[in-house]
């Protein structure tokens, strides 16, 4: 019965995806697709009075949730159909996402995992067990999407989502039509009011760490724990590897006030695991592991870490790109991220580092750069722009760069591929090339070994 059901609703979306593409010009290629999300980005309506203060003293940007709650709940709800994980936090989100899901592929699972950011296809970001959403059934899933929101928008004045929030809602339908049985949702931006958090309901919440990155967007760190630590109200239970008691104590005062159990990283769990961590690995980078496996246990799970769970690998996250581990991709843009790296760096004393590095200007790029640049013997500043975001000016970066380095050691190439050849020029067997500041550019690299065309072909992660 399920099976004729699925049938019929795949021939029901299919055929009316075919009335629209020949009456309606819908979107007929992945090419079609990528313009109508970078329309959407330019078009999406900002409107200035719809910005408010909540209760809490949180922003409340564009509406809040209430376009993606009335279109899931007018699209049936497809996300209570499967067990989530809602996974929140400064850094670490996505490999922490990443390991949850894996682990609960072992256990038999039918999972689906959403993160973000993609790095070189939006179908990244959309994932059932081994691959990815196909172009195919992006193309498809959104022109059975955008009729209802048409409707929305006509009959209850919701206007245009946006791309977060339209891949987050194919997202669930994507699941529901794949009969995932656990869903891990990883959020964009900040919690309470992240499109995410539409969800009615999830098994577990998990916050990561807490740090000061979108502070202009979340607003001081205070108002940041708040932010991440209400996502606890939708499941009662709240675990975190955050170990600073005083954050810890206002992350209690949040769960107080969601009526939420708080629980930190299991001790005994970590020491277990302890003679399984990698003497290169950071301590934090290794605590999203203990994370996720508590998180898996306390689903019911008897999940045990192996050595072979230590090799993990996600792309552009401390991620070699080449057999000799001299080139080091991360895409890593605010400090707590760039504390990571900086440990894993120091792991290998005896090299030189080669930094090729550009971060967007909304960034706190002089915090970045003041924990790299006295670790490296030379670096390459190249410049970004995407949309309608921009890096700084080269000049500006070489003045920062100044600060810490001589001018000699200090290159500028707007190019960020001539920037990278030059990078390699400077390689030898005591060199390592680390490539940072943003996944923008870690992305570019990566597409020199990794094709996207390889990566839609294959479907999965490398």
């Not at 979108?214 to 932010?227: A, C, Y």
């Not at 004393?349 to 670790?375: A, C, G, N, T």
Request: aromatic share 10%; glycine share 4%.
């Amino acid at each position: 019965m399920i099976l004729i059901e699925l049938f019929h609703s795949f021939a029901n979306c299919l055929f009316f995806t075919i009335i629209f593409i020949v009456f309606f010009h819908m979107l007929k290629n992945y090419k079609q697709v990528l313009k109508y999300f970078s329309d959407l980005q330019f078009s999406f309506e900002r409107e200035d009075d719809a910005l408010f203060l909540d209760e809490d003293g949180l922003k409340v940007r564009y509406g809040g949730l209430e376009r993606v709650k009335k279109t899931l709940s007018f699209l049936g709800n497809p996300e209570e159909s499967f067990k989530i994980i809602h996974v929140v936090g400064t850094a670490g989100k996505t490999s922490t996402s990443t390991i949850i899901f894996s682990l609960l592929q072992r256990e038999g699972e039918k999972v689906g995992l959403f993160t973000s950011p993609y790095l070189s296809s939006v179908t990244e970001m959309i994932r059932v067990n081994d691959l990815f959403i196909s172009e195919s059934e992006l193309i498809l899933e959104l022109n059975c999407l955008l009729p209802d929101i048409k409707k929305l928008k006509k009959h209850q004045g919701i206007f245009a989502l946006s791309f977060f929030e339209l891949m987050f809602v194919l997202a669930l339908i994507y699941f529901q039509k794949k009969g995932v049985t656990y869903a891990v949702l990883e959020a964009g931006l900040g919690g309470k009011y992240d499109a995410t958090n539409a969800i009615r309901k999830s098994e577990i919440s998990v916050l990561t760490s807490i740090g000061e990155d979108h502070t202009e967007i979340l607003g001081n760190v205070d108002n940041i724990i708040k932010d991440k630590a209400s996502i606890s109200e939708k499941s009662k239970k709240l675990i975190t590897a955050v170990t600073d008691l005083n954050l810890l104590n206002q992350i209690q005062i949040v769960c107080n006030k969601t009526g939420s159990e708080l629980l930190t990283l299991n001790d005994n769990l970590a020491k277990q695991c302890g003679k399984l961590k990698p003497n290169a690995m950071p301590l934090s980078y290794f605590n999203n592991f203990i994370l996720a496996l508590q998180a898996v246990h306390m689903l019911g799970f008897k999940t045990v870490l192996n050595r072979d769970d230590m090799d993990f690998k996600i792309p552009c996250r401390m991620e070699w790109i080449d057999k000799d581990r001299k080139i080091l991709l991360d895409g890593s843009h605010n400090p707590d991220k760039i504390n990571i790296l900086s440990q894993y760096i120091d792991s290998f004393r005896e090299k030189k580092i080669i930094l090729l590095f550009s971060i967007f200007e909304d960034k706190d790029y002089e915090s970045v750069l003041s924990i790299l640049l006295p670790k490296v013997e030379k670096v390459i500043f190249t410049s970004l722009k995407t949309g309608t975001r921009i890096s700084p000016h080269l000049n500006i970066f070489e003045k920062v760069g100044l600060r810490y380095l001589d001018k000699e050691q200090i290159t500028m190439e707007e190019n960020n591929l001539r920037a990278y050849k030059i990078a390699k020029t400077l390689l030898d067997d005591k060199k390592i090339l680390v490539i940072t500041g943003s996944f923008t550019l870690a992305a570019r690299i990566r597409e020199l070994y990794w094709s996207l065309d390889k990566i839609h072909e294959l479907r999965k992660l490398i």
